[in-house]
């Protein structure tokens, strides 16, 4: 198993930028490559983005243009910026790893809230 830890949310205003972090220590040394989702409150949760073990990235449309995924292999880490964010990006963002039927690991999530 992978341990994985999301970092960066917070309070922002619409038209803000975060950066936010997710950090999991050997995922890439299994081949994993790593998935962004977000939960609002009431809503289902949603994907946002993924990024291959390769580096190959893809987006939901309601974030593509604005939100770019990114990895840094030698820090186990992989980072979602976000920017021009709306009111209705506020959620709570979580990271789980993907790619081989192995990849199943969570984090616990970090709350994004972005006020009008």
């Known amino acids: 198993r992978v341990q994985v830890v999301e970092s960066g949310g917070g309070s922002v205003q619409a038209g803000g930028s975060l950066r936010l972090s997710c950090r999991a220590p050997g995922f890439t040394s299994v081949n994993c490559g790593m998935d962004w989702y977000r939960q609002a409150a009431g809503k289902q949760r949603e994907w946002v983005s993924s990024?291959?073990?390769?580096?190959?990235?893809s987006y939901s449309d309601s974030v593509k243009g604005r939100f770019t995924t990114s990895q840094d292999k030698a820090k186990d880490t992989v980072y979602l910026q976000m920017n021009s964010l709306k009111p209705e990006d506020t959620a709570m963002y979580s990271c789980?790893?993907?790619?081989?039927?192995?990849?199943?690991?969570w984090g616990q999530g970090t709350q994004v809230t972005v006020s009008s």
């Open positions: 789980k790893t993907s790619g081989k039927w192995w990849c199943e690991d």
């Open positions: 990024i291959s073990t390769y580096g190959s990235t």
